[in-house]
C-alpha cells in the first residue's frame, strides 16, 4: 500500500475486479488477502479498476480505506 497525500489516495498493486455492480466493484486486494466492495464513486481518477475482470493498481479515497481499515 502506498498513500499520496497530494492526491488523498491509498494505492494497493495487484488487484483484480472480481464482481461488478452499478455502482460498486468486488476488488481482491492480495497484499491484504481481502476481498472488498467498494464503491465507484471511491475511486481514485488514478485507479486502473473500473469493470469486472480489470487487473493492475487500485487507487481508492483515502476516507475511504481508512473507513474499511485499510
Known sequence: MLRNPSHDAVYFDGCKVKAETAMAVLVVIPDLDKEVWIPKSQLHD???????????TLAITEWFAEKEGL
Open 46 to 56: 488514478d485507479s486502473e479498476l473500473a469493470c469486472k475482470g480489470d487487473e493492475g
